[in-house]
């Protein structure tokens, strides 16, 4: 529905705004090209997408989500103080960090939600602190690879699309730093 | 620096591989069908990727966007983030489609190795939906009171856009 309500409002405002500007003989076009530019960004990044998909299902099958989350486990037991000692949570909230890692977002969601059903029979119907942090957390975009990114950046003519990989890790790191501290900060502040 | 940026990829693919052959996997397999699952994501995001490019443009055609960019250019500008990625920052949060779509507008129109391209580039791989996540982990917990997490995510998202623009102009100067 927000989107009905985007959609909506940007094509009368484009219209509105040209009538205005005196620019509406270019807006039958622009629609048109536009339409036609989004077929031709899809052809163009599918096969780089589908390429990295395949690399990212080696990933999977061989086991490096299981590696990776079992690395997790120390720093997720603070992140998760309340259900340090229950290893079902756990383990299914490292699982899904470490798939949001390898950019599986089919995997890592449902172990996500898995998570936060767990979570939620503790206080029904009220976000504990540890749900919050969960929801933060995968709020954060935390991909290695962002694989979707950089197709589009190679159908737009770039020749070296992973050459913003640091600035995406250190702009990633940042945020959810910043997404934990406030986490952090909310939960002592909050009056409910 | 070059060096290992122009080795990555191939590394990747190729140590991978071997890692996976080394641990049993049928590695031809899984890229077959892990490549097949990449053409199922582009066709869930094609039809949305046509209705954001379309409106995008009439947007830009009709002169909205230079409009509203001229205004937002002061208060963006003491930020350092670049003011043509404004409609990527609005939608990033609600829907995830709508922001590759705004983002691969960008990149397209200002080039993906200008400062703005690899801006928006930056700002779509290091944030996430934050409202449709929030709706879909509450929903299936079944939680009324969200307390604070919407605010909380949505600061993680606004250090996201502050960051990927400092840190796209302090790598690419």
Known sequence: ?192 | MQMVLDLLVPGIIAGVSCYGMAKGVDVYDALLQGAAKGLEILWRILPALVTLLTVVAMLRASGALDLATQVLAPLLGVLGIPPETMGLMLVRPISGSAALGVGSEIITTYGPDSQIGRTAAVMLGSTETTFYTIAVYFGAAGIKKSRYAVPAALCADLAGFFFGALTVRILFG
């Open chain 1, 1 to 192: 529905m927000a989107m009905t309500v985007i959609w909506t409002g940007m094509t009368a405002l484009s219209l509105v705004c040209a009538l205005i500007l005196g620019n509406q003989s270019q807006l039958a076009p622009a629609a048109m090209e536009g339409a036609a530019q989004a077929i031709q960004l899809g052809i163009s990044m599918a096969g780089a997408l589908c390429l990295w998909m395949g690399v990212m299902e080696v990933m999977d099958r061989a086991g490096l989500a299981g590696k990776l989350a079992k690395l997790l486990h120390p720093l997720l037991r603070r992140l998760y103080p309340d259900f340090a000692g229950d290893k079902g949570i756990m383990d299914t909230i490292a699982a899904n960090v470490s798939a949001n890692l390898l950019g599986l977002g089919n995997a890592a969601t449902p172990l996500g939600l898995e998570a936060a059903r767990r979570m939620s029979r503790r206080s029904p119907g009220i976000a504990s602190d540890s749900l919050c942090m969960l929801v933060v957390c995968n709020t954060a975009s935390i991909q290695i690879i962002p694989t979707t990114v950089a197709a589009v950046r190679m159908a737009a003519g770039c020749e070296t699309p992973f050459d913003i990989l640091p600035a995406v890790w250190v702009t990633s790191l940042l945020s959810v730093t910043v997404g934990i501290t406030a986490a952090k900060i909310f939960s002592k502040l909050w009056r409910d």
